[in-house]
């Protein structure tokens, strides 16, 4: 089932549907027969987990790990990272999940799953639940009402669960304390790189050395894989269209009336005297005293505009402040607030945002406004038209999919539509070709490409989304990669060579300087006896590193180093540029600002804690269980 829903679900109207189902159905696993043992890969409290929901897990995990290979797993990778044991370890912490909630008491009730589902928007046309919609979505992808809804409640447990939980993940104050120091402590400290591409010119190759590297290498040089393939495209574009009913185009416009409504608008001015959380009372004082002087000279009726360019301390004062129009939700929420509390003219008080102090100037409201259905229908026309023709395209692919199945091949399914339909979709056949070199009228068409390359000769692809509108594919046959010798991909491997040899000699660099410091070498001599170019950065927290500009492999190693351990223990690594870092000083964060982080430490320690909860709430049912391993049907 799972392969077939990989396949079968390719059309975003579905997708998002299909990828929930999936997920539910590694989750959970449905239909499963407690009495049949014999099928089980492990058995957890005597729920089986059955083979064939093991090896759809299996098959999945697999197809994740050539995707990120680049479509082939390197070898003895499987069995030194034990993917199976990896795969039923996961299931049976699942099924152990889905047990223990029901232990619980935790159920869903059908309103709450009638709720959940009526909300998904792939069941929906035009914003509202579709029920039609929703059943041939579920038969298209082999699915009955009863399963999918079973494996909706299960997901819908899962969340109950961790919400649960979370009722016992409390936040000690000293924990808040601790992640804030951690946070905002700040560090200054020097560094050096050594970027393998300045080593490449060092790096002496010769014809032996690329022949021990070429046999080594081997295996990454091949010819690109091949397919020939058998395609059929259901186009939207050439679909018949008609004038919808005055009923459908106004329950599209009422139920998209969001997309016709421009909402309130303001012009505004404003004059900003910065004033940041770390400024000391005195200064704060001396910054609200500062904007009350230029408030009442506002209100006396001077001309804002000339103030704000004389007074303001952002980028818009030569402006004279001007905002420009804005609506609710583009500004902070107090500058909202004072604006939108204010008659067109007037002048606000003083108002207090993260940036500083602010007086606001309104200087005109543009009302909501919302299109009538007039203006709008051809649009709306266009829209349901479009729907209609992707709705009917994808019948039509679905349609034929269908025949396909029930005709054992496309062969015999073409055979008996040249007998009987003049008007079928065309079979297009393309000779051999690789994924990077499609032919012409392919290039527009990725996805029917990318989809033809996951499959073995004589599979059959689900139908597919495009550019065009949907499609299937078979792949008639496959030409596999070719060994190429050393002659034909010899600049190849000179390039590979020099930029794998570049790599060591950067990171001998780098690991010489490091060597000579921790010797007691000072760091600017080292330097320029090295001739590298050292810097020192800005004061930098773990909450706000931007201003060192370096990667976060970088800035994280750095991060942990002190006064007593001011050298990492080796270069730090980010690709194939290495760093020699060196710790200055640090300061502690300023406790004014504590309050005002709170609320987000609060957040951080909370979802921490509960997936600690999670994990040792699921360890204790695993300890306090059952569960016997088919090991014999595991490794067959």
Known sequence: MLNFLRQKAQSPTIQATILIIIIVFIFWGVGRNNGNNRSAVATINGAPIEYQDYQKEYDQTLSQLRDQFGGAIPRG??????????????????TLLRQGALKAGLYVSDQELQKAIEEMPAFQQHGVFNMELYKNILTSSRLTVSSFESSMRYNLLAEKIRDHLARFAQVSPSELQNLFNYNYTEVKFKYASFNAINFTDKVEVTNDKLAAFFKKHADNYHTSPERKIKYLLFSDKGQKESLPEAAEIKQYYNSNIAKYTTPERRKARHILILSKSSDSPEQVAAERKKIETVLAKAKAGENFAELAKKYSQDGLASRGGELGFFSRGQMVKPFEEAAFSLKEGQISGVVKTQFGFHIIKLEKIEPAHTKSLQDVKSKIIAHINQDKAKNKSFKEAN??????????????YAAGKAEGDSKATPIIETG???QQDPPANLKSLPALINKAFTLKKGELSSIIETSQGYAIVYVEDIKPPVQQKLTQVKAQVKQDLIAQESVKLAQEAAAKMLTELKNGGKFKEVAQKTGIEIHTTPYISRADSAAAKLPGPVIK?????????????KPITDGNIFYVVSFEESKKPDQAMFAKKKPALEEQISKENNSELLTAWVGYLEKNAEITINEKLLSS
């Not at 991060?559 to 223990?569: C, E, F, G, Y």
Request: net charge positive; aromatic share 6%; no cysteine.
């Open 77 to 94: 990778l499987l069995d030194s990272l034990d993917i199976k044991h990896q795969v039923l370890n996961k299931l049976i912490q699942r």
């Open 432 to 434: 051999f070709f690789a």
């Open 399 to 412: 349609d034929a999919y269908e025949q396909i199945i029930l005709s054992g091949s496309l062969k015999k």
């Open 557 to 569: 190693e750095a991060m942990l180093l002190s006064t007593k351990s001011p050298l990492p223990a």
